[in-house]
C-alpha cells in the first residue's frame, strides 16, 4: 500500500490550498482517512478525519471553520480544503489510513490507530 499526499506549497496568511491523498494498493473509499501535520520540533498532530461509512468527518479545534475534509469517490481520493492559512499551520501534512474502522461510521484522531502512511507534503504559510 501506498499512500500520495499532494498540493502543499508556500502560501501567505489567508490563503487557501486543497491537498489530496491517493492510494495505490487499496481503495480509499471502504477506510477511514486522517489528514495530519507535523510542524519542526513538535510532534505529530491529528487534523481531520472521515469515516469509511457516510463519511462523518471530525477536526481538531484548531481548524474547524477552516478546514474541510471530503471523498472523492470517483477518483477514490481524498481532500483537504484549507482556508484562511495562518503562519501556525505550517507543517509537513500526511494522509493516513486505518485499516480497521473499514465499514465503521467513525473515525479517531488519533495518530496511533493509523496504519498506512503517505509520504507528506509540505505547507508553508508565510508573508
Known amino acids: 500500500v501506498q499512500l500520495q499526499a499532494s498540493g502543499g506549497g508556500l502560501v501567505q496568511p489567508g490563503s487557501s490550498l486543497r491537498l489530496s491523498c491517493a492510494a495505490s494498493?487499496?481503495?480509499?473509499?471502504?477506510?477511514?482517512v486522517g489528514w495530519f501535520r507535523q510542524a519542526p520540533g513538535k510532534e505529530r498532530e491529528a487534523v481531520s478525519c472521515i469515516s469509511s461509512a457516510e463519511d462523518n468527518v471530525y477536526s481538531t479545534e484548531s481548524v474547524k471553520g477552516r478546514f474541510t475534509i471530503s471523498r472523492d469517490k470517483g477518483k477514490h481520493t481524498v481532500h483537504l480544503e484549507m482556508s484562511s492559512l495562518k503562519p501556525d499551520d505550517t507543517a509537513v501534512y500526511y494522509c493516513?489510513?486505518?485499516?480497521?474502522?473499514?465499514?465503521?461510521?467513525?473515525?479517531?484522531?488519533?495518530?496511533?490507530?493509523?496504519?498506512?502512511w503517505g509520504q507528506g507534503t509540505q505547507v508553508t504559510v508565510s508573508s
Open positions: 493516513a489510513v486505518d485499516r480497521f474502522r473499514r465499514g465503521d461510521y467513525v473515525c479517531v484522531l488519533e495518530r496511533d490507530e493509523y496504519d498506512y
Open positions: 494498493g487499496l481503495t480509499l473509499d471502504y477506510y477511514a
